[in-house]
């Protein structure tokens, strides 16, 4: 969830049928901005063979896409306060629509990085206007519900992408073959726009921000620096520049942090606090988050290339291997999110415990390298998994917001959502590395065959997902007890 900085206004108030109207609109754009960080797991096999994409731009195709996504998140919060959220959330779902079609025609895998860093940063934009219009314009029991439905949808996203990646490339309609699950896109968000043109209020906040573009341009730039040649250090062959890149970007990161305490004793509005560093319950949620949300997006980025190219599975029976994981994903959130002021961190720790779990019964599953497993045994590890990430990924920054004080609580959970982002864009570039690195030992003694390749590979980075997700518990046991109460 991202978050403003300043209090919105409550000024054109919604109910009844408009209401339920704009709360669609809404939501039809946040379904599609989950469904494009889900489905291009499930294409990816697909779009290298069209494309004739490298690991590495396999790998930019997610990490372009989320990274664009985090560094539009506080920022676009901001510029929807100050200019008008439904303005702000129009113009961002027009320009996720054009992304999304320049994505469908991508004529290269550079171009289709390129417009998929755009697609991100629409998102970006668009997405916190969603809760800034939900908070500023919706009676207090609409509200609620508002907020239900948007956790539903999320629910639902995680479910849909997979099957829908996979249902729309088995089907190739049109001979369009991976290139659908970007089309789809764009009658929905016409729909949405002729809608919300109609429908949607307008808000702004009280207090016009000023907007620290500098700081957000430093720590964008910081971030792909350090990204760049972790992932393409080894089509490089890890050249001399690449450790020097990867430098400069550690470099950029501390320049970052240093304007941006400058810029908080000039009475400015920083994207980061410095204050937030001194929180220990911020700190640990920093590094929980990091490592708990970049295992993720890895994770669906080499199972889905393993099921398919190193199994032979479509891509829909890849869907349906993925498919548990949603359903256990489903179960336990609602109940984590009830427990949550009771046994936050407990909660969370468990959660990763979980999913540490579910990757160790994976990695034990494709031990050997050689031997595919069956479907119920990869449901079954997959279903662990979705019990743990429903008890953790729901409610880990309202944990982590409990140890903020109430002033700090709106920046500190907007720089946590972009974090996740941020998290999982790393996570990408490092752990798939890893495993794109372990197919490259084994294509020499594999005799031809496919599976030893990448079975051997995804048995390689399992242990580091099992460790990621030991050392975020580890991390979430210095957050505080119980999750915040409070809708931030």
């Keep these: 969830m991202a978050h403003s900085s300043s209090t919105p206004a409550q000024e054109a108030s919604v109910a009844g049928r408009r209401a339920s109207l704009a709360l669609l609109v809404m939501l039809f754009a946040t379904f599609m901005d989950l469904l494009d960080v889900t489905i291009i797991t499930v294409a990816a096999p697909d779009i290298a063979a069209d494309l004739h994409a490298s690991q590495a731009q396999l790998q930019w195709m997610l990490a372009a896409y989320t990274l664009a996504l985090g560094s539009g998140l506080i920022t676009g919060g901001r510029v929807g306060d100050a200019y008008g959220r439904r303005k702000v959330f129009l113009v961002s779902l027009a320009c996720f629509a054009v992304a999304s079609a320049a994505c469908a025609l991508a004529p290269s895998a550079g171009v289709l990085i390129a417009v998929r860093?755009?697609?991100?940063?629409?998102?970006?934009?668009?997405?916190?206007?969603?809760?800034?219009?939900?908070?500023?314009?919706?009676?207090?029991?609409?509200?609620?519900?508002?907020?239900?439905?948007?956790?539903?949808?999320?629910?639902?996203?995680?479910?849909?992408?997979?099957?829908?990646?996979?249902?729309?490339?088995?089907?190739?309609?049109?001979?369009?073959?991976?290139?659908?699950?970007?089309?789809?896109?764009?009658?929905?968000?016409?729909?949405?726009?002729?809608?919300?043109?109609?429908?949607?209020?307008?808000?702004?906040?009280?207090?016009?921000?000023?907007?620290?573009?500098?700081?957000?341009?430093?720590?964008?730039?910081?971030?792909?620096?350090?990204?760049?040649?972790?992932?393409?250090?080894?089509?490089?062959?890890?050249?001399?520049?690449?450790?020097?890149?990867?430098?400069?970007?550690?470099?950029?990161?501390?320049?970052?942090?240093?304007?941006?305490?400058?810029?908080?004793?000039?009475?400015?509005?920083?994207?980061?606090?410095?204050?937030?560093?001194?929180?220990?319950?911020?700190?640990?949620?920093?590094?929980?988050?990091?490592?708990?949300?970049?295992?993720?997006?890895?994770?669906?980025?080499?199972?889905?290339?393993?099921?398919?190219?190193?199994?032979?599975?479509?891509?829909?029976?890849?869907?349906?291997?993925?498919?548990?994981?949603?359903?256990?994903?489903?179960?336990?959130?609602?109940?984590?999110?009830?427990?949550?002021?009771?046994?936050?961190?407990?909660?969370?720790?468990?959660?990763?415990?979980?999913?540490?779990?579910?990757?160790?019964?994976?990695?034990?599953?494709?031990?050997?390298?050689a031997t595919a497993p069956g479907y119920w045994p990869l449901a079954g590890a997959m279903f662990l998994g979705g019990l743990g990430l429903g008890l953790g990924a729901p409610i880990l920054v309202n944990v982590v917001l409990a140890g903020v004080p109430g002033r700090h609580a709106g920046a500190a959970g907007g720089v946590l959502s972009t974090v996740n982002q941020i998290g999982g864009a790393a996570g990408v570039a490092v752990l798939g590395t890893v495993f794109f690195n372990a197919l490259i030992p084994a294509a020499g003694a594999a005799s031809g065959a496919p599976e030893p390749l990448f079975g051997h590979a995804l048995a390689q980075v399992m242990p580091w997902q099992v460790a990621t997700y030991v050392l975020a518990a580890v991390a979430m046991l210095a957050l505080p007890k119980t999750a915040a109460t409070h809708q931030q």
């Design 117 to 369: 860093a755009v697609q991100g940063l629409a998102g970006g934009f668009m997405v916190p206007q969603v809760f800034g219009i939900i908070r500023s314009s919706f009676e207090p029991a609409a509200m609620a519900k508002a907020f239900g439905a948007y956790g539903a949808v999320q629910g639902l996203a995680s479910v849909a992408g997979p099957l829908l990646g996979g249902a729309l490339i088995d089907a190739d309609l049109w001979g369009l073959g991976w290139r659908t699950t970007f089309w789809i896109n764009v009658p929905v968000a016409v729909l949405a726009l002729a809608l919300g043109v109609r429908v949607l209020p307008e808000s702004l906040a009280p207090v016009r921000a000023r907007l620290d573009v500098a700081g957000a341009v430093l720590v964008a730039v910081a971030v792909l620096l350090v990204l760049l040649p972790l992932v393409q250090g080894r089509d490089w062959g890890w050249p001399a520049f690449g450790w020097a890149l990867l430098a400069i970007g550690l470099l950029l990161l501390a320049v970052f942090l240093a304007y941006e305490r400058a810029l908080t004793r000039r009475g400015g509005q920083p994207v980061l606090d410095p204050a937030l560093l001194s929180i220990r319950p911020f700190n640990a949620g920093l590094v929980a988050s990091v490592l708990f949300f970049g295992g993720l997006a890895s994770f669906f980025l080499v199972l889905s290339i393993y099921l398919q190219a190193g199994t032979g599975r479509s891509a829909w029976d890849t869907g349906l291997v993925i498919l548990p994981y949603a359903i256990g994903s489903m179960i336990t959130s609602g109940a984590g999110v009830a427990l949550a002021a009771q046994a936050g961190r407990a909660l969370v720790v468990t959660g990763a415990l979980t999913l540490a779990a579910s990757q160790g019964l994976l990695c034990w599953l494709v031990r050997d390298g």
